[in-house]
């Protein structure tokens, strides 16, 4: 039986990873990809965590639910970066800068 | 009850009296230029005439008629105003407009053809509007009121003829002079009120009146108002020294003279001291004696040697207000009023026959185009076959001024000096100069008006003879002769009495004097006027055999004369004593103004300027600096904190996460 502090870990690692390419890729769609990887992080926490309710399995159920909504939510966020690029012709987050007075 | 009634209506009459005048002037003055008959007025002062003539026939000798309304309130003193009626005010009543009726109609003829009539009719009627209401209001506040109205009429008259510089100069001095006289009014008045809270005549003087009681009043003070009284009379009556504006006020037109230089407004003082009388102690009567006495002889001796025609009646006028001035002075009052009535009417009478000589003077001067003056009686002569109306008008004119018998001067002029005799007897010896003066000055009096009468109208013509051309004079016109007859009329001693040679029996001093002092008590009565007549007749014969026979024995200059024409070097005197120093004062008060008083109002107005100046740099610099310091200071971190904000999504999310990461810190480490 594998110990619930290394999926812990493994989820810590992947949530920094993902955290670090949202904040620092200077394109969008790796950006998004950083928010899935935190996505999953979290799902992988809820899988972990799962196996102390062996009645209801909340936590797998849950995780399923966050990974439907996940891929919903790639799946506006591309349709997102789509328009933006045609907008500012560019994916760099750094050029999306209108929101600045 | 009726008796009542008969009061109300007397005195709606004598209101109305006052007011046609008034409501006349009004037409002149509302009506545009187009108003320029004369006939308004003399319908006016007609009305008032008949409305006077009734009352005087009606309440003559009775009770006075009073009616007074209140007017405003000075503190606890309620100040009124009404008229008040009896024999001395219809005495005066009847006289202005008796006067002012001939010449309104002799004006339509002297002043036809001027450019101004419409002014002229405006103010005569003005000016009669004044003099009656002076002489029926019954509070003296009222009676100073009328009284600057008379003299700014008067003013208004002198200088009729605005563009000649004589007549503004002329008018000037008037008013300048008449304004000393109101200063004294107006101390009399202030002095009254302060002692008895009153203006009103009857109170003050009535027979129970507050003066009469002599409680509540100091001694003093009461002779200082009666000096004030008399020096206001002074002015308006032209007594010496204050007499110099009269000759000058000779610019006005000749009807305005006879009118009011010499019947009526001049009397005005003689009037208020009749009115006032009771308030004056032995002080004040010994004062106007003398100076009335003075002034009789002065003006008396300057009448002697005038080569204006209109100038010695004037100085005679003068002489004549000093008779009248005495009579106040040794407490005639009613012998006063005697005088001023005749002399009105015949002095009216001798102006308006200068005035028909000018006029006809003026006449062939124009028509000859000759440089003359008008006026210089040593131009005319022989007038006496040319104007032989005119000439026996001026006659009776004269006789009654030198006070021969049959007319009504020699009734006046000698009660007046009959009283004076018998009043210096009773005083210290050296008083006895008052009525030796009025001899002397009487009979200079028959001196110069026989001159006047015999330089004018007999001899050669002299005009002729200076300009080598033979000039026609013709007689004046009808308009200008009845009103002259009407006078003359007035004149002759039946209007007053019924017995030519004896004052007593005389009505109208009967009316203002009790009688029990009108007995003929002493040798006086009989010894002055023989004497005073003989000595005019012995003058006027000399006059005669001097100017109409033209054996003039003098030379014609010399000091005395000199001092004579020169009216005694007043007018020199004046200029260089009161004038000049004067116009030094007010310069150097002007000098004082500009230099000192101006500097300082300058320098004040720097200053608050300077403070003006130091307050808005204060608030520019200081409290606006305050204020933008602190919007500048919220901009400034605004600004700081903007900075970071650049718009990089990322870096928005690196905030979140350091916040979110500190709060974390902040509840589980600290």
Not at chain 2, 247 to 253: F, I, K, L, T
Not at chain 2, 453 to 467: D, E
Not at chain 2, 602 to 609: F, Y
């Amino acid at each position: 039986m594998i110990p619930l502090d290394h999926f812990l870990i493994v989820s810590a690692l992947l949530f920094a990873i993902g955290l670090y390419a949202t904040l620092t890729k200077k394109n969008t769609i790796m950006v998004l990809v950083g928010v899935e990887l935190m996505i999953n992080a979290s799902v992988l926490n809820l899988v972990a965590f799962g196996r102390y309710d062996k009645v209801l399995f909340g936590g797998q159920v849950f995780a399923l639910f966050v990974i439907v909504l996940a891929a919903a939510s790639v799946a506006v966020a591309l349709g997102i970066v789509l328009q933006v690029y045609r907008h500012f012709k560019s994916v760099d987050p750094t050029d999306f800068d209108s929101l600045k007075d | 009850m009726e008796q009542f009634i008969t009061h109300k209506v007397m005195l709606v009459l004598a209101l109305i009296a006052v007011i046609a005048p008034f409501l006349a002037f009004l037409t002149y003055a509302l009506g545009g230029k187009r108003q320029k008959s004369g006939v308004v007025s003399t319908v006016a002062i007609a009305i008032s005439l008949l409305l006077s003539l009734f009352l005087a026939i009606s309440a003559w000798n009775r009770e006075l008629l009073h009616v007074r309304y209140d007017w405003f309130t000075i503190g606890t003193n309620t100040v009124t105003v009404g008229i008040l009626v009896n024999n001395l005010s219809l005495v005066m009543l009847v006289l202005v407009p008796l006067v002012a009726l001939p010449v309104h109609i002799y004006s339509f003829s002297y002043m036809k053809g001027d450019t101004g009539l419409r002014r002229y009719w405006m103010y005569l009627s003005l000016f009669c509007f004044a003099m009656l209401g002076l002489v029926v209001a019954d509070s003296l506040f009222l009676l100073y009121m009328c009284w600057e109205l008379v003299g700014f009429a008067s003013y208004l008259l002198i200088g009729f003829w605005y563009e000649r510089d004589a007549a503004i100069k002329a008018n000037k001095k008037a008013f300048l002079i008449n304004r000393l006289g109101d200063l004294g009014f107006l101390i009399g008045l202030a002095i009254l009120f302060s002692e008895f809270g009153t203006w009103d005549l009857a109170q003050l003087f009535g027979h129970d009146g507050l003066i009469a009681k002599e409680g509540g009043a100091d001694a003093s003070y009461l002779t200082w108002a009666g000096l004030a009284f008399f020096l206001a009379a002074m002015a308006k009556s032209a007594q010496f020294p204050l007499h110099i504006w009269l000759p000058d006020a000779m610019e006005g037109p000749t009807a305005v003279s006879s009118l009011i230089h010499a019947a009526t407004m001049v009397a005005a003082g003689v009037f208020l001291l009749a009115r006032v009388s009771p308030l004056f102690n032995d002080t004040v009567l010994m004062t106007i004696a003398t100076v009335g006495s003075i002034t009789a002889f002065v003006a008396a001796s300057i009448a002697l040697t005038q080569r204006d025609i209109k100038r010695v009646l004037a100085f005679s006028t003068i002489s004549q207000l000093g008779f009248m001035m005495v009579a106040i002075g040794i407490g005639q009052i009613g012998t006063a009023i005697f005088h001023l009535v005749t002399h009105a009417f015949f002095k009216c009478l001798l102006f308006l026959c200068a005035g028909a000589v000018i006029h006809e003077i003026q006449h062939q001067k124009e028509k000859h185009k000759l440089q003359i003056d008008p006026q210089d009686i040593g131009l005319m002569g022989g007038l006496r076959k040319t104007m032989p109306s005119t000439f026996v008008l001026s006659l009776i004119g004269a006789a009654a001024l030198a006070g021969l018998p049959l007319t009504a001067g020699y009734l006046s002029k000698d009660a007046l000096l009959i009283f004076a005799f018998e009043w210096a007897n009773y005083q210290a010896g050296f008083w006895v100069f008052i009525p030796l003066l009025l001899m002397i000055a009487s009979g200079m009096t028959a001196f110069y008006i026989a001159r006047w009468l015999f330089k004018i109208f007999y001899g050669q013509n002299r005009l002729s003879l200076s300009i080598g051309k033979a000039i026609h004079y013709h007689e004046a016109p009808v308009l200008m002769r009845w009103p002259m007859v009407l006078l003359a009329g007035c004149c002759l001693f039946f209007v007053f009495s019924y017995n030519p040679l004896v004052f007593e029996d005389t009505w109208l001093l009967n009316g203002l004097e009790r009688t029990d002092l009108l007995q003929r008590v002493n040798i006086y009565h009989t010894v002055i006027p023989a004497a005073i007549n003989s000595v005019s007749i012995v003058l006027i014969f000399l006059a005669w055999r001097w100017y109409a026979k033209g054996k003039y024995p003098l030379k014609g200059s010399g000091m005395l004369y000199d001092w004579s024409y020169h009216q005694y070097g007043l007018n020199r005197l004046y200029e260089k004593g009161v004038v000049k120093p004067l116009l030094f004062v007010s310069g150097a008060l002007y000098r004082f103004d500009v230099k000192i008083i101006d500097g300082l109002v300058l320098l004040v107005a720097n200053l608050v300027e300077l403070s003006g100046r130091l307050a808005a740099w204060v608030d520019r610099y200081v409290l606006d600096g305050a204020v933008n310091g602190v919007g500048n200071l919220a901009q400034g971190i605004g600004m700081l904190l903007r900075n970071g904000r650049k718009g990089k999504v990322q870096r928005y999310l690196l905030g979140m996460l350091i916040v979110f990461l500190l709060m974390i810190i902040y509840a589980n480490f600290i």
